[in-house]
């Protein structure tokens, strides 16, 4: 099984529409990250959390929003869905020092 | 705010043949690097770090060497493989308290 499960793995919405992506693992680390990729951009952190009870805006939270349910699940969420959100989603988890991060498989993002 | 950048987008290198892919960081804070490799369809995967306190790191056909004076950081393989093919990241972190941040990445091309 993987360390870092992402669900859904691609996603087709529309203008407008709420949509939350969910990301669970099993490493047993209290640091998740959510992370967006678009090409020549590499990877934008979007928001993270070092334990259940922090949330940290990242570098792009604007239209963003997460939550964080569980010390293993991560949520992300576009509250409403705009097309130059369309992009490759990563979520990751790092050691309590923050170091390695392991990343999951991504979930690809369009919206319409 | 401070970045991670890369020199080239695009490497192409015969198989067989040595690579190498620069990084420029700008925050001389900084004290732990990590190389990821990430391959088509896939995350981000953890190549070979190393602490501010080092120059070079050898793992298996990869080298990493950290230059603080022009704060340049560089990936080396050796003997290529078609399976090297995919966009090398550098990301650098700042502090325990703080997310890595990831340089743009470089696309390594392998050619039989």
């Known amino acids: 099984d993987a360390d870092v499960t992402q669900t859904p793995r691609n996603r087709i919405t529309k203008t407008g529409k709420r949509i939350m992506l969910e990301c669970s693992q099993t490493k047993g680390h209290d640091r998740m990250y959510w992370y967006r990729q678009d090409p020549g951009l590499g990877l934008r952190l979007i928001y993270y959390s070092f334990d259940v ?17 569980a010390q293993a699940k991560f949520s992300l969420s576009l509250e409403s869905a705009i097309p130059n959100q369309t992009a490759l989603y990563f979520c990751a988890t790092s050691d309590p020092l923050g170091t390695e991060a392991f990343f999951g498989q991504g979930t690809r993002l369009t919206v319409v | 705010g401070e970045s991670v950048g890369l020199h080239l987008p695009t490497l192409s290198v015969q198989e067989g043949d040595n690579s190498i892919i620069n990084c420029a960081y700008s925050n001389s804070a900084s004290d732990y690097f990590i190389w990821y490799k990430q391959e088509s369809g896939k995350g981000p995967q ?11 790191r050898q793992g298996q056909r990869v080298t990493v060497l950290l230059n603080k004076t022009v704060k340049h950081l560089s990936l080396q393989i050796a003997a290529t493989q078609p399976g090297d093919s995919a966009v090398y990241f550098c990301a650098e972190n700042l502090s ?5 941040v990831f340089g743009k990445g470089t696309r390594l091309s392998v050619i039989a």
Do not use: A, C
């Not at chain 1, 009870?53 to 349910?69: C, F, T």
């Not at chain 2, 325990?96 to 890595?100: D, E, F, R």
């Open chain 1, 53 to 69: 009870k922090d949330i940290n805006k990242g570098e792009i939270s604007d239209g963003y929003s997460v939550s964080r349910q």
């Open chain 2, 46 to 56: 953890f190549i070979i770090d190393i602490r501010s306190n080092m120059d070079k």
């Open chain 2, 96 to 100: 325990g308290n703080t997310p890595l």
